[in-house]
């Protein structure tokens, strides 16, 4: 059955939730959160919606009905018969499908339109106007690490300062959810991941999504399977300062992020503003003597800077390390883009907490400092972790994505007091650790049983830890190999740690076991 054609013209006016989007023929591939917010979306919106994944969360699948959207499930190695028979004029795909899913290509060689959840959600941000009638403004962030960090730490920064903001996209609030909020909101601050940008890179229409301001925090080898190439991965980080406003945020440290902001096509009068952890120049912001400050955003950038925090102050709030400092310079930048004065941008940093998993201090007994950054998921940022404890006891290991360590072994691991490595690629590790650390003692954990993995990880560092030692989770590697997430990879950890303290202590807590929460 030949598929319905529809009109490009009809798709390039589909830019508002008031235009007519009744009867359009729309796949949503996927039925995840962001899947189902999509389908919601367009249900609503009176599209003739069909999801089509894999498999299907049950909560998600009972409430397909209830809305008016259809579902298919099955296997997605070809293209389904029932994707075909629904004739669709749009593809709406959750992040997860790489561009060389057979659906995919299908889908472009068809010459279906295809869209992200990104670029459906920018089409419809009108549905709740701010009090002057215009729609609210986006920020995006993106990196191969910190984005989480950045983009909660600009919306408190931006809450602070009184602004309606919410943290959306790929921290785990679908963009949609926060667009069809009945409450409304000045800016949404969207991290977005490099899948989700290949999608924007797509765009075609005449209205594409045109942010505040944006940035990308850095940028090293993560997802190359999913995208083919590092140079593919560059090319959709790239992408997020396409048609920025008002501010191009990059990293001074990170040369590729300033060849990105060069090679941008931007809106006329958008500005290059860069962080680092060094002297800021004119239009920078920077850390001097202790101080970061912001040499961007007054009147006279060239003689005079702002004081926004310290490093002290930003020490007892665990923010000190170098990576988070340039997480917390780069929230600061694009806080202070949309109008956040200094004195906000200090009382939130004043009142942050990282989230779990994140460089978190879970236990000091016996000297010994336990450290879960669960969340380091590639050699970045276990570099970042590792330059934030040098000499530490290093768990690392997992699932590597196609992502070579060896360099991260090189470079950081040799000079790690002992490695402890895990997970399903420990061959690819143990082999960098022989060839670029052969003095770093080795220990290998086997066990491929989950509940048992973590259990030997801390016998293994207490044996080895001795007053003053730091033991870190860093694995530089995705969990999906032996546990459900990187959450459930530290959380097991963690309880692991404290298991072992407990016993140790006979069953009473030393007094120093645990820092107190945010401590």
């Known amino acids: ?15 508002s939730w008031h235009a007519d989007w009744k009867g359009l023929r729309v796949v949503v591939l996927g039925l995840s959160m962001t899947g189902f917010s999509v389908a919601d979306t367009l249900a609503e919106l009176g599209a003739d919606v069909l999801v089509v994944s894999e498999s299907a969360d049950e909560e998600y699948a009972r409430l397909l009905p209830v809305i008016g959207a259809e579902l298919w499930t099955g296997s997605l190695d070809t293209v389904p018969d029932a994707l075909i028979a629904h004739r669709p004029d749009l593809v709406v795909a959750s992040p997860g499908f790489a561009p060389h899913h057979p659906v995919i290509s299908w889908t472009r060689s068809e010459g279906i339109g295809l869209w992200g959840d990104l670029e459906l959600a920018w089409r419809v941000r009108d549905k709740v106007p701010r009090p002057d009638s215009s729609p609210h403004e986006w920020i995006l962030v993106t990196g191969t690490n910190g984005k989480t960090t950045t983009t909660r730490l600009t919306a408190t920064m931006l809450q602070t300062a009184g602004y309606r903001v919410a943290p959306v996209g790929n921290i785990g609030v679908p963009v949609l959810d926060a667009v069809r909020d009945p409450a409304g909101f000045d800016v949404l601050v969207v991290e977005v991941s490099s899948h989700q940008l290949w999608y924007l890179s797509l765009q075609t229409g005449p209205e594409p999504v045109s942010p ?22 560059r090319d959709a980080k790239a992408v997020v300062y396409s048609h920025t406003r008002t501010a191009c945020v990059y990293n001074k440290a990170d040369e590729a992020t300033r060849l990105m902001v060069e090679d941008a096509d931007v809106v006329e009068g958008a500005r290059a503003i860069g962080f680092d952890l060094g002297m800021p120049g004119p239009s920078d912001l920077g850390v001097v003597e202790g101080i970061l400050v912001d040499r961007a955003f007054l009147d006279d950038r060239r003689n005079s800077a702002l004081e926004l925090t310290t490093l002290e102050e930003l020490a007892r709030q665990q923010l000190a390390a ?35 998993h994140r460089i978190e201090v879970i236990a000091i007994s016996a000297g010994v400092t336990w450290v879960d950054d669960s ?13 934030a404890y040098p000499g530490a006891i290093w768990i690392v290991g997992g699932q590597l994505k196609g992502v070579d360590v060896s360099d991260l072994v090189a470079t950081r691991g040799v000079l790690a007091k002992a490695a402890v490595v895990i997970g399903a690629d420990r061959t690819e590790v143990l082999a960098a650790f022989a060839r670029h650390a052969p003095a770093v003692p080795v220990f290998e954990v086997v066990d491929t049983e989950t509940e048992d993995v973590m259990a030997q990880v801390v016998e293994l560092a207490t044996e080895i830890a001795h007053d003053g030692d730091v033991v870190l989770l860093a694995p530089a590697a995705a969990s999906f190999d032996q546990f459900t997430s990187y959450a459930d990879r530290g959380t097991r950890f963690a309880n692991a740690v404290r298991t072992r303290i407990e016993r140790d202590a006979g069953g009473r807590h030393d007094e120093d076991q645990a820092p107190p929460a945010g401590a």
């Open 322 to 356: 170098p990576h988070m400092v340039a997480n917390v310079l780069a929230a600061a930048a694009l806080a202070r883009s949309v109008g956040a004065e200094p004195a906000a941008i200090r009382e939130a940093l004043a009142t942050f907490r990282l989230d779990p």
């Open 1 to 15: 059955m030949a598929r319905a054609i529809v009109s490009t013209a009809r798709l390039d006016g589909l830019n």
């Open 375 to 387: 969340k380091a998921t590639n050699p970045h940022a276990a570099a970042s972790s590792l330059a």
């Open 212 to 233: 505040w301001a944006s940035v990308c925090l850095n940028l090293a080898d993560d997802h190359l399977q999913w995208h083919g190439s590092f140079a593919a991965y």
